[in-house]
């Protein structure tokens, strides 16, 4: 024993069982600490009987010889901590070259087992960046894999560990689903086979046992628990197609035979609990089991599919197979009598640019909130239905695009006596529709539109006001709903600035279009025939002269729409015709000038204006 030490025992500063351990812990020694981390002896003084100690911010960090006997572990000159302080350089390059020579390391120092979260702070972020670490760790698995030296897990929070031998995964695997005892550990077991199929030496040997066995746990049971029998079955058919060589029993339990055996409510609730990686391949046999009945079958679950992933596959299945027709007057069906599932809307209302764009209407908004209702009284609601109707402003828009007046005037009722909306997401989306068409705020507000007043127009501004509107309607309106199509399949909606500007665009169009609307609604057509001329009125031609400078000026003032300075026309609702209106021959009338002053005119007469007439 170290005489100093010796002295500490007898002086009583330490107790014998604290001697064997600071015996190691001498000047430059790398040591860890529960609650400090890792650290390195500076000093051992046994004047004072302290330990002075390095902890990367706490420097010289004084402990009494007992406690850092207790409490500190001397760490070995190949741990990886210690590698790492001592020559960083060099682990960063083994790290490079030798990446399972550094995890075996890793797994030394942690007496032969560790996670990821463990490796990753051995080497982040001295030897690896954040950024290199998952790249560097994927590729370290598949080296691992190969040296056979090394358990690796198949979850996060698992270990890696180390073995004395170097061991066969593929048997591993192999011996993993015979061993499990549940129908949900033999399909995980089957999938880490199927993941890692590359690893079998002579697959065909190795994997028919295992092809039996997964045929017998799913025909014991495709009764008690059909939807395992049939992922089993799923795995086993992929094994099979990847191993030519392997023979299945032709009598065996099929996929196609036990999808046929499922009645109709059985069936979309099966399919709804297959991963997604296999719900393709499941709805592939359809046409097996089915025959003749199997776009019947594909369509009923496209209604009604459980969930949008069936609903979105089996739609999908029935594209690829020319079955779109049928499909679609089934949709269409279910739109019109509102016996759609939600499910199926939250797809309809993905694909609203794609194959079944034409129902992206308002009619299919109508249809979204009777199946959000009838959520409601269902014991496990599903909200994403509503939430998409209430917060997808995008979503809104381009379902009401094309509506009539009529039908938003509908659909604003729809709303309004709807139990469905909370009071405050009932006012926002009210609000999202009224700004699209804000003829509509009397719908909310009580107010009458009846009581707004009409618009006097010529017929010829009248008849150009309604081309424009056809215009619109027709071509721009349809163009830029276009636009939007293509911008949209050019991916990214965040980065993508032509789909930002169309939709811009879009806002502005059907800004314009409600504008143009709720005008022509209130406009009134007139020849301003046989006006009366003894006082300033509209259809009438006032002739002027300033006050002050004598300059003369006339001005004609007619419809709403007919206004054009250049030519001395005024629409009668501008300031200068409100100055005009009622007044006489003689009178002098103060007219708004355009920075806000007034100038002092007087009326010199006031005749009819020649306008022909527009049928």
Known sequence: MNPEIQ??????????????????????????????????????????????????????????????????????????????????????????????????????????????????????????????????????????????????????????????????????????????????????????????????????????????????????????????????????????????????????????SLLQSATRLQLPEWLSQIPAAKLKRALGELQTAFADQWISKATDLALRGNTTRVVTESARLLVEKGAVEELRSALAKAISEHSIESDTLLWLAKERFGEFKEFANVHLLGTMISAAERELFKEHPDRKLYDLIVNDEELLNDLIVSATDEEMQDLMRRILISTLFKDLDKRSLLGKIIRQHPELQSMVSGESSETQESLIVSWASLEKRKNDYEELVTKKIPENIKEISVARSHGDLRENFEYKAAKEMQRVLMRRKADMERELGRARGTDFANPDATKAAIGTKVSLRDKSTGDQSTFAILGAWDGDPDKGIVSYQTAIAQALIGRAVGQEVALPTEDGAERHAEILSIEACQLPAQP
């Open 7 to 256: 002295k500490a025992v007898e002086a009583g500063k330490i107790n014998q069982t604290a001697a064997g351990p600071l015996a190691l812990l001498t000047p430059g020694t790398y040591v860890t600490h529960k609650s400090w981390g890792f650290g390195q002896i500076e000093a051992v003084d046994f004047l004072l009987y302290q330990v002075t100690i390095h902890f990367g911010a706490k420097r010289s960090h004084p402990m009494q010889l007992q406690y850092a006997a207790e409490s500190l572990v001397a760490l070995p000159a190949e741990h990886i901590l210690v590698q790492r302080a001592a020559d960083l350089p060099g682990l960063k390059e083994r790290a490079r070259k030798e990446p399972v020579t550094v995890m075996r390391q890793i797994l030394q120092s942690y007496e032969g087992r560790a996670t990821q979260d463990q490796v990753a702070q051995a080497l982040v972020p001295h030897v690896l960046t954040e950024k290199e670490f998952k790249p560097w760790l994927d590729s370290t698995k598949k080296a691992l894999k190969k040296d056979g030296h090394f358990t690796i897990p198949t979850k996060k929070s698992e270990p890696f560990e180390l073995r004395d031998g170097p061991v066969s995964h593929a048997e591993e695997y192999l011996a993993a689903f015979h061993t499990a005892r549940l129908l949900k550990d033999q399909a995980a077991a089957l999938d880490v086979v199927l993941k890692n199929l590359s690893e079998f030496n002579d697959p065909s040997t190795q994997l028919h046992p295992l092809v039996a066995a997964a045929t017998d746990a799913a025909q014991k049971n495709q009764r008690l628990n059909a939807p395992q029998a049939l992922n089993i079955l799923l795995s086993r058919d992929e094994i099979l197609d990847r191993n030519k060589d392997i023979t299945p029993d032709p009598s065996a339990l099929s996929v196609a």
